[in-house]
């Protein structure tokens, strides 16, 4: 596709379910991030891939989340056992270089799954 | 820590108004600096920097960097109430280029 897709855009759940968030970033990008945006405030790093392989994890919050990439393209972002201070905007996003330096590391964001933890 | 902190917080204007938003950072293993535009949905991409006092321009947009200071400056002319969004300045951190983010400006221009 043309941009960064992300499904669902909205999800609500019961404290205590799974969820599962996923992300389709451009073709041919190597690296994919996710960031947690919290209401009113910039987003937060999750983890980065560079194709398949998790090279950082260090900003997801607890050991209830959990990411992956097998295929190197589709990424999914899961949530086991949510609780309301979960609620936010997750967004992913890829960029086609391995680093943020040059314009190959830019990186573009897709529209975010607003989660909703009641 | 590393911390990136955007000035004002929000900020009304009127059409046609001036205005210049301002981040300054303190990121270590810094790679570049980089503004974004949100509005209800996706941040879009407005501008990298990686170079001190090289300025960027993409219509009545622009951008400067100064690595000696730690800031950069985003300026918008003849404002339009389409450019009412959040502005987000990001510094890209480390081998793996995450960004870190700034809280964002909120910018309201009215009519």
């Known amino acids: 596709g043309a941009g960064v897709s992300q499904s669902p855009r909205y999800k609500v759940a019961k404290r205590g379910q799974d969820v599962a968030l996923r992300c389709d970033p451009i073709?041919?990008?190597?690296?994919l991030f996710w960031y947690q945006q919290a209401l009113g405030q910039g987003p937060e790093f999750l983890t980065y891939?560079?194709?398949?392989?998790?090279?950082?994890k260090s900003g997801l919050p607890s050991d209830r989340f959990f990411a992956e990439r097998p295929e190197g393209s589709v990424s999914t972002l899961k949530i086991q056992r949510t609780q309301q201070e979960d609620s936010a905007v997750y967004l992913c996003?890829?960029?086609?270089?391995?680093?943020?330096?040059?314009?190959?590391?830019?990186?573009?964001f897709g529209p975010g799954t607003r989660l909703l933890v009641l | 820590e590393d911390k990136v902190v955007q000035s004002p917080l929000s900020l009304v204007v009127h059409e046609g108004d001036t205005v210049t938003l301002n981040c300054s950072y303190e990121?270590?293993?810094?790679?570049?600096l980089l503004w974004y535009k949100q509005e209800k949905k996706a941040p879009t991409f407005l501008f990298m920097l990686?170079?001190?006092?090289i300025e960027k321009k993409s219509g009545r947009l622009s951008s400067i960097l100064d690595k000696k200071e730690l800031f950069s400056i985003l300026n918008i002319t003849a404002t339009q109430t389409g450019d009412s969004a959040v502005y987000l300045c990001?510094?890209?951190?480390?081998?793996?280029?995450?960004?870190?983010f700034g809280q964002g400006t909120t910018l309201q221009v009215k009519p």
């Open positions: 996003a890829s960029s086609f270089g391995q680093t943020s330096g040059g314009r190959s590391g830019t990186q573009y």
């Open positions: 990686t170079s001190s006092g």
């Open positions: 073709s041919g990008h190597v690296s």
């Open positions: 990121v270590t293993n810094f790679r570049s």
């Open positions: 990001a510094v890209g951190s480390g081998n793996t280029g995450k960004l870190i």
């Open positions: 891939f560079q194709n398949e392989a998790q090279l950082d």
